[in-house]
Structures are given as C-alpha cells and as structure tokens.
C-alpha cells in the first residue's frame, strides 16, 4: 500500500559503486554455501567435529540428527536419556568417539543413579572388548567381610557405604559378602581396567583413572556415501529438507551422492528416492 521509500543519495552512490566493484549480483555474495559452513572447524576443547557430528554453531546439515554435541566451555558433551557423555577423542578413519560419563568425572559419587546407555540407531554396539563396572550405593556395612573395593558416597543425605566390582564377577562377589545395596549402576571400561579393578587391591584412585579414560562407541552413519563423497572433494552432511537422507555438499552445488554425479543430472526422476513412490 504504502510507496516504496526512495533510497538515500548517499545509499544510491553506494550501491551503484557496490555493483561495479562487485561485477555479479550482490545477493549471491550473502549467501553462504553450505559447502563452506560445512567446511568450517568447530572445535571445543581438543576435539573438532566431524561428520556426522554437528552443534555449537555447526548446523544440522552438516551432520545428522542424532549426532548433536553441545560445548560445555571444555568439552563437547553427548546428551543420551537424562546423562551427558563427554567427548575425549573422535576418530571418523574407525568411525569411534571415546566417551566418559560427565556425572562420574569428577566424583564417583553422582547426584543421582543412571546406567550407561546408548542410542542403538546411532551406535552399533561393537564394544571394543569393553567390560562394564558396577557401581553399588546405598549399602549395610553390617557385613562380616569387608570387601576392599568399598568407596563413600553421601547418597540421600546419608553418609553410605559403596562397592564397585567387575560385572561379570558379580554373582561370585556378593554370595561370599553379604552387603546389601540400596541401586547400582553399570559402565563400561577397557579391558584393562576391567582386570585391575577385579584385583583385591584395587583402589578407588584406579576406578577414578578407569571412568576418566572412558570407553567407546562406533556410530553408524552414511561411511561409504561419505567416503566417496569426499573422495569427489565434497562435505558431507544430510538433506536439508529430508534430513534422514544423505546429501554430498559441493563447491559447485548441492549433490545426493557425489560432487557432479552424472547419474544425478539425467533428472531426479530417475533417482532411486523415487521408485517406491510409483509402486
Ligand atoms: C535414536 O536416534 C534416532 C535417530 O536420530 C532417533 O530417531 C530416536 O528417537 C533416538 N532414540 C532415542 C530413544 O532417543
Ligand atoms: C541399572 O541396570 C541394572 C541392570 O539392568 C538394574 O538392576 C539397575 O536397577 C539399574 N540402575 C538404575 C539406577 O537404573
Ligand atoms: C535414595 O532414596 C530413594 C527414595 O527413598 C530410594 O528409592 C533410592 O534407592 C535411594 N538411593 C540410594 C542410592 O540409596
Ligand atoms: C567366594 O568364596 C568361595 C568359597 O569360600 C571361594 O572359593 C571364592 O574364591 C570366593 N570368591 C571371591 C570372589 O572371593
Ligand atoms: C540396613 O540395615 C538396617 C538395620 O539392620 C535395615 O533396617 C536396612 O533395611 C538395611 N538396608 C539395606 C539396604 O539393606
Ligand atoms: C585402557 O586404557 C588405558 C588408559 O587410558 C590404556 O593405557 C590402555 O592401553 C587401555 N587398554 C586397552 C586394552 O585398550
Ligand atoms: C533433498 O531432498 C529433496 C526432497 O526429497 C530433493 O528434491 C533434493 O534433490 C535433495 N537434495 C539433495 C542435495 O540431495
Ligand atoms: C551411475 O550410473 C551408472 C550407469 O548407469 C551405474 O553403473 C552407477 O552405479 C551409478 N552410480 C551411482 C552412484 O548411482
């Protein structure tokens, strides 16, 4: 309705030496590829995100969705049913990220009881030869024998006694002490803190050692299109509109598969996405 404002004679010089300087039109030089934001290093800490990860001012597309990663001023954390997992290394060559539990890094004593889970979609439970560690609280120290890998924990505002053990010797532990125990937790470790920590002489400085280092997990995510992606100089990342789907971010354009994929300019028509729509 109301007349277009004339643009200031100081603006209209401005914009006219603009588009001589700049010889092609000034809306194109606004937009950021998404070949470049892809390409950008975000990193928190001594970690840098790769793909499929995402977060901390990498958008979405330049992972997937359930890879998001949140920088806690020193550490990238994974956030997974109510505990953060922090992110000590990331290797996209064997697809692995070490994570810790944040709630146990600083104190084996958490605020409150979660056990060590993972998104099955996102992760494909190869468990590295990892075994887990029980963690056990709120427990009577009425027992006649004191096990050695006993720790104190102010749980529920009570002073209580705790006990960690190797999992998988568990059934053997408690039938010869007879502690009881109000919850228990489980998380993993490598195999060698697995073996020191089922010795009688463990320590709790060496189950501290043993959360800190952490464990791994491999995600699953589009490796091979990601591979060959990059082998075509592209950046990897997920379809804006379809995020599920994978998309090859390139310095000449946008690409499902591989940077200028020939099968991909004969038309989308002809691309597998579409097949089971005539069905
Ligand atoms: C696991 O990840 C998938 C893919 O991002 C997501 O759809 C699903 O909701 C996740 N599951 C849980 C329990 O968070
Ligand atoms: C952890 O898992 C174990 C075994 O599945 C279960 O007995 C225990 O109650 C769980 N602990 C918590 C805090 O959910
Ligand atoms: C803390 O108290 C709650 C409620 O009484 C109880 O369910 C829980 O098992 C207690 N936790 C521990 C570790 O003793
Ligand atoms: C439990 O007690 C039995 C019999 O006394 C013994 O053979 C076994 O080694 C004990 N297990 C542990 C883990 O101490
Ligand atoms: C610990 O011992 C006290 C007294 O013997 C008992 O009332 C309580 O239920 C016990 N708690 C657990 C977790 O076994
Ligand atoms: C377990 O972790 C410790 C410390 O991070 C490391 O020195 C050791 O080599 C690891 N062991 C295995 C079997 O990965
Ligand atoms: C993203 O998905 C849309 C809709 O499915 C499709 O039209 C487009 O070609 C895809 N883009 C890429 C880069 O794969
Ligand atoms: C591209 O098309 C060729 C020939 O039609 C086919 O052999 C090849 O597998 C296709 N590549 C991809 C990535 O779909």
Redesign the pocket.
Known sequence: MKPHLHPSPTLFVFMVILAIVVRFPTIRCQVTSRYDTCGESIECGSVQLEYPFWGSGRPAYCG????QLTCRSDAFVLN??SVEYRVLRMDSSTLTITVARNDLWATECPQYLHNTTY????FNGNNFGQEDVSLYYGCNSTAQTFPTNEFNCNVNDTESDSYFYRTNLINNNLANFSVQCNDHITVPVNQTWATQLALPAATTDQLRSALTSGFNLQWTAYKNECDRCMQSDGRCGSNATSP?SFACYCASGEFSLTCDNSNESEGKSFSNLDIPLRL
């Open positions: 997937h969705s359930g890879f997974y049913q998104n099955t979609t996102l599920e």
